[in-house]
């Protein structure tokens, strides 16, 4: 066991959005009533890619994302293009994917960035820096430690007795932190984090958070921002909490908002 140990502490606002979260799970539960539909889960699949490439600066709209997925040609950036098809091959593994092994991380990173970075599949090479524009706002650790330090998250996260709400929260902060890709880290971040709460309650692999994290996008590289200064990701994990209370809240049955016709 590593003595791996990220650096947060458990906070009232956490107890409190933990306990809303569960009662929206189980009234959620309730009137699912079963299984949810192939075409609700591919609405949601849909709107996961699009908001999550979104975060990332890929400008196709939804309906564009809609199409490409239907197969159908459209006019757009080819890269954009290829970084949503590329998604979807690496969102519809995310059932057969463990948490739990790095062989599935990298195969995963192997599908989400395919054709578009060289070191596709594979640990970075090499320096990274996180830019807000001309600033840098994080300089990675050094390439040679990513190994490592992915290999003692996976393992304090598997042996961790934490609420799985909390401790998905703080890995994905720490993957970020990590930043063990040349690129897609974002991406692999969000869908990791998705992973590890579909594998505590399986709604959540259909739930697009993401959705919510492009409308709260600013808070959320704040919030990332602010946990490297502070060398606490507490402040990241309340809002990741905050922004699954108010997903679920907006959900009657998995694919449909309450304040949508029922048709």
Not at 81 to 100: C, F, G, H, R, T
Not at 147 to 159: G, K, M, R, T
Not at 239 to 244: F, P, Q, Y
């Amino acid at each position: 066991m590593s003595d791996y140990n990220p650096p947060f502490h458990i906070t009232e606002k956490m107890t409190l959005l933990i306990a809303e979260i569960s009662e929206h799970i189980g009234r959620i539960t309730v009137l699912q009533g079963g299984t949810i539909s192939p075409h609700l889960r591919r609405e949601n699949r849909i709107r996961t890619i699009h908001s999550s490439l979104a975060i990332e600066h890929n400008s196709l709209s939804l309906e564009q994302v809609t199409a490409i997925l239907d197969g159908k040609r459209i006019l757009g950036n080819p890269n954009e293009i290829k970084e949503v098809q590329n998604a979807y091959q690496a969102y519809e593994l995310m059932l057969q994917l463990d948490p739990s092994s790095i062989d599935d991380l990298l195969k995963a990173h192997r599908l989400m960035m395919n054709g578009l970075v060289p070191e596709n599949g594979k640990f970075r090479s090499g320096g990274v820096g996180v830019f807000d524009g001309e600033v840098l706002i994080h300089m990675a650790l050094p390439a040679e430690f990513v190994p490592q330090h992915i290999h003692n998250l996976f393992e304090w996260y598997h042996a961790s007795e934490l609420h799985p709400l909390i401790k998905s929260a703080v890995f994905h902060y720490e993957f970020e932190f990590i930043h063990p890709f040349t690129d897609g880290n974002g991406r692999m971040g969000r869908m990791w984090h998705s992973l590890l709460l579909g594998k505590w309650k399986e709604l959540f692999f259909w739930l697009p958070i993401e959705e919510l994290i492009q409308s709260r996008q600013k808070e959320y590289y704040d919030a990332l921002g602010a946990a490297d200064v502070q060398a606490d990701s507490s402040g990241f994990v309340e809002l990741m909490l905050e922004i699954i209370r108010d997903s679920l809240k907006e959900v009657t049955v998995v694919g449909c908002r309450s304040d949508q016709d029922s048709d």
